[in-house]
């Protein structure tokens, strides 16, 4: 499978058949189903997508059972269609269909319309054509499709993304350092396990979507479309390639969405696993990418771990570096300084031989929480202690982290009455992500 097809956004919320009845849906999903057994037997995406209109679309997927031709291989004739030829819906099914088989590949996509196109007498055909064309052709003008209208714009949002050049962002780290605390506040979700929750030896590949469809997906052996927790934190033993994909949209207060692939890398600490390290260092050697995010542990400034792998890094990533240093709402202003601490970073990395390193303070545990609150995510009541906590700390000006970074000006809506707000604002998240949505791909 084309692994950009993970980047690509269902367009099955508020679907314009869910007000229809039930016999309606399975006429439906038969039609479709027909389709994609002809023209993608074999094609994984195409039946995930579909197995996923089945359980999106259908009260009772269980009742459902394919009824047209039993033999896709020859193209049906008429009678053979009638029973589950869609036509009040004819917009929405060509489009779903053109969706499932044929996103981004117009060949493929001709095949298939001659086909759909057929089932239809001519007099409707010229629009059919019209609604085609424009799937593919982002300048033509998309009106009079009726409820096709918001599957053509959906469609259109994922057409544009996939035509810009991703941001692609390695992110790296000795153990316990916080990474995948960062990881998840910079999706806004739980995406990485945290807490040393036997950690995985394998590159995590996390893109972003153009919208949010209520789904991730995650290929790591099979590719699961609608990926619970679960299937997010397990890793499938099944697969012997050092890598796992996984797409969903990234919650942001931005405004616009961008093409961005996180790169996850297992956490390197040379006196314990040496395959960890390995595979992290063969993927910053190899894997091309425009921005690297190095993530310090503030509480453990200076080990001989980290020494090492800077060095690596420093050996082997030839891109733009960002030093950020994590942990740092666990200081103690009595006995620690944090504008001291990041001058002290930038000296050693200076010594190591990054030529002026840009350094950056984080609470990735602040903007986990934040950003878990501004997208309605319930707070255990450990998590709400710990959020009026940094809450408080991270307002007091030592600890306003955002004010560390170089970059200003407004990058996202901001409620100044909002404590989730200010505590995002204050964790230093929001600067960091302007740093990773602005760099180009
Ligand atoms: N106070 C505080 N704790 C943090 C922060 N970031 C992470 N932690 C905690 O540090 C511990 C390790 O965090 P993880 O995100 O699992 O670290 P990791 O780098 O992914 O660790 P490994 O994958 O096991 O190497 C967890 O208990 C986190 O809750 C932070 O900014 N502030
Ligand atoms: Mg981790």
Redesign the pocket.
């Known amino acids: 499978m084309d692994r950009y097809k993970l980047e690509i956004a269902q367009m099955l919320k508020e679907h314009p058949i869910l007000c229809k009845g039930e016999a309606y849906k399975r006429k439906y999903i038969n039609f479709l189903e027909y389709f994609t057994r002809r023209f993608s037997k074999n094609d994984e995406w195409a039946n995930a997508t579909l197995a996923l209109y089945k359980k999106a679309l259908l009260k009772n997927p269980r009742d459902y059972t394919y009824e047209g031709p039993s033999s896709p291989e020859r193209k049906a004739d008429a009678a053979e269609i009638k029973p589950f030829k869609v036509f009040s819906y004819r917009y929405c099914a060509v489009t779903d269909c053109v969706f499932i088989n044929a996103f981004n590949d117009r060949k493929k996509g001709e095949r298939l319309y001659a086909e759909l196109a057929a089932v239809y007498n001519e007099r409707y055909r010229k629009n059919l054509r019209r609604l085609y064309e424009c799937l593919f052709d982002p300048e033509l003008p998309s009106d009079g499709f009726e409820q096709a209208g918001r599957l053509i714009d959906r469609w259109r949002k994922n057409e544009a993304f996939l035509k810009d050049k991703p941001v692609r962002v390695i992110v790296t780290?000795t153990?316990?350092?916080?990474?995948?605390?960062l990881l998840n506040a910079l999706v806004g979700k739980k995406i990485?396990r945290?807490?040393?929750d036997a950690?995985t030896s394998k590159i995590h590949f996390i893109r972003n979507k153009p919208y949010e469809d209520g789904y991730s997906y995650e290929s790591d052996y099979a590719l699961e479309l609608d990926a619970d927790l679960r299937t997010l934190m397990d890793d499938n033993s099944k697969n012997t390639d050092d890598r796992i994909d996984v797409g969903t949209f990234f919650r942001t207060l931005r405004s616009a969405p961008k093409r961005v692939w996180l790169i996850d890398t297992p956490?390197v600490n040379s006196s314990q696993d040496k395959e960890h390290k390995d595979i992290t260092e063969k993927c910053i050697k190899n894997t091309p990418a425009e921005l690297l995010l190095y993530i310090l542990n503030g509480e453990n400034i200076g080990s001989d771990d980290d020494r090492a792998h800077l060095q690596f890094v420093l050996d082997n990533y030839k891109g733009k570096t960002v030093f950020v240093v994590?942990?740092l709402?666990?200081f103690r202003k009595k006995e620690d300084s944090v504008p001291e601490t990041l001058a002290a970073v930038r000296e050693d990395l200076k010594k190591i031989g990054f030529a002026e390193p840009l350094v950056v303070p984080?609470?990735?545990?602040?903007a986990y929480l934040a950003k878990m609150s501004i997208f309605g995510e319930e707070l255990d009541e450990e998590d709400q202690d710990e959020f009026v906590l940094l809450s408080r700390k991270l307002k007091s000006d030592e600890y306003r982290f955002d004010a560390y970074y170089p970059l200003s000006g407004k990058d996202a809506e901001l409620d100044e009455n909002s404590e989730a707000h200010m505590l995002l604002r204050h964790s230093g998240v929001l600067q960091l992500e302007k740093m990773i949505y602005e760099t180009r791909g």
Not at 175 to 181: C, D, L, N, P, V
């Open positions: 780290a153990m316990s350092a916080g990474k995948s605390t990485s945290t807490r040393n950690c956490g994590n942990k709402d666990k984080i609470s990735s545990a602040a």
